[in-house]
């Protein structure tokens, strides 16, 4: 009785408002590096309106983060539009490992979901599929929708205080982005079964090798994201 009312719970159909409550643990991430995109954004010279167009239009804290730095650093508008693309690539990789689940929705509702997916969202999509839940349209728009104003928001109120912190890299906000990865990937390895466990653990040591190797011979946004790539193939071909 108990193992059917537990496949009955897994297998029944997420809605919006699931979605949303499947975000909440996640929204500490994107309160806190969206505040802190904010104020560097603001000790980059750059407008609180400009910082919500950034957030609105890019919504990607790790290419919004580089983006501040290149602008600081006079960089051509090109080199910044191609380094941001090179950048969110990634997203490609991730859209398309979530896209089997929502195979009955139509083009334009895949395109959104692609659009609004990230690293955060991805995660907690792929840790329910882990543990055997279906994923719905509704569910993800719900996690999708809740985590992208959240970061817009965020953003915006991390650009007013951002006024009155002309150094953020003292408060360490410079290092915020990097501290949420490294939870998520612990969060991860938590729900991980054990057999698959040492697996993943042995993509991340490739991943550490690929990029210490490729950063002496090419630009580190390039590094990213062949190391990616690379120990993402290596991954599908070894997974059992």
């Known amino acids: 009785m108990e193992v059917s009312s537990l496949a009955e719970s897994i297998h029944t159909e997420k809605t919006f408002l699931d979605g949303i409550k499947d975000c909440i643990p996640t929204l500490l991430g994107y309160i806190s590096i969206g505040f802190a995109f904010g104020v560097v954004g603001i000790a980059s010279h750059l407008s609180t309106f400009e910082i919500f167009l950034l ?22 508008v090109s080199a910044i539009i191609l380094t941001t693309f090179i950048v969110n690539l990634r997203h490609f990789l991730m859209a398309l490992s979530v896209a089997p689940s929502f195979k009955n929705e139509s083009l334009a509702r895949n395109i959104g979901f692609g659009t609004l997916l990230t690293d955060e969202t991805y995660g907690v999509a792929m840790t329910k599929l882990a543990q055997g ?16 104003l959240s970061w817009i928001i965020a953003s915006v109120f991390g650009a007013f205080v951002g006024k009155w912190i002309p150094n953020p890299e003292n408060w360490g906000l410079d290092f915020a982005l990097t501290a949420m990865f490294v939870a998520l990937l612990i969060l991860n390895l938590e729900s991980t079964p054990k057999n698959k466990l040492m697996h993943y653990l042995s993509l991340i040591l490739y991943m550490g090798i690929a990029m210490f190797v490729l950063m002496n011979f090419l630009p580190g946004h390039l590094a990213v994201l062949i190391s990616t790539v690379l120990v993402a193939l290596i991954g599908v071909l070894t997974e059992k």
């Open 133 to 148: 839940h279906t994923l719905s349209g509704r569910w993800m728009d719900g996690l999708n929708v809740t985590a992208y």
């Open 55 to 76: 957030s609105l239009l890019i919504y990607a804290g790790a290419a919004q983060f580089i983006f501040c730095g290149l602008f600081v650093a006079g960089t051509p």
